[in-house]
């Protein structure tokens, strides 16, 4: 099984701020890695796949980058929506999710 | 628009078989590049996925859960249904269907989730 480590697992920022989260697989999984956001009591929201690719409607302050076992998610201006828990999910024929990482204010 | 919505019941006994529904629309399983998903999340914790059946009858099941899911499709009533075997107290979770497309292989569309509760 593929492993999917994300870090840090908490983040505390403030609006503004530049914010990296990194996702690191226990072996090559090429760019097949996307990144999720979710808020309290609600789904996951696709912001991310193929590692860099932009999901439609997802603002262009959040950019994806890495490959192979190693990405990151950044956000280069950390509005108040933001403020969530963030998950990567790696494709290998089979799917598996980081353990998340939550951004908090600071 | 597609939606996907999941239903269920909300409490299951310990050692029972639990049959989750996901209803959907704005997409049919039978285009090619589809596919549908479950994943779980037990209260404050991470993302678990669970099982996906792709536009081809073509199934993957989490290696860990292996023997306890099935996954099944009925393209006609735009249903898919998960059914996971000997349920325990460490299964409470909200279980959520997602769509899912080979050309990001990513769940770009998720239902709104569904909690199940294991307790006797």
């Known amino acids: 099984d593929i492993q999917m480590t994300q870090s840090p697992s908490t983040l505390s920022a403030s609006v503004g701020d530049r914010v990296t989260i990194t996702c690191r697989a226990s072996?090559?999984?090429?760019?097949?890695l996307a990144w999720y956001q979710q808020k309290p009591g609600k789904a996951p929201k696709l912001l991310i796949y193929?590692?860099?690719s932009l999901e439609s409607g997802v603002p262009s302050r959040f950019s994806g980058s890495g490959s192979g076992t190693e990405f990151t998610l950044t956000i280069s201006s950390l509005q108040p929506d933001d403020f969530a828990t963030y998950y990567c999910?790696?494709?290998?024929?089979?799917?598996?999710f980081g353990g998340g990482t939550k951004v908090e204010i600071k | 628009q597609i939606t996907l919505k999941e239903s269920g019941p909300t409490l299951v006994k310990p050692t029972q078989t639990l049959t989750l529904t996901c209803t959907f629309s704005?997409?049919?399983?039978?285009?090619?590049?589809?596919?549908v998903g479950w994943i779980r999340q037990p209260p404050g914790k991470a993302l678990e996925w669970l099982a996906l059946?792709?536009?081809?009858?073509?199934?993957r099941y989490s290696p860990s859960l292996k023997s306890r899911l099935t996954i099944t499709k009925d393209t006609s009533k735009n249903q898919v249904v998960l059914t996971m075997t000997n349920m325990d107290p460490v299964d409470t979770a909200t279980y959520y269907c997602?769509?899912?497309?080979?050309?990001?292989?990513?769940?770009?569309?998720w239902g709104q989730g569904t909690m199940v509760t294991v307790s006797s």
């Open positions: 999910q790696q494709y290998n024929s089979y799917l598996t």
């Open positions: 704005g997409f049919s399983l039978s285009t090619s590049g589809v596919g």
């Open positions: 072996q090559s999984i090429s760019s097949w």
């Open positions: 059946i792709y536009w081809n009858d073509d199934k």
């Open positions: 193929k590692a860099s």
């Open positions: 997602a769509h899912f497309q080979i050309a990001s292989n990513a769940f770009d569309i």
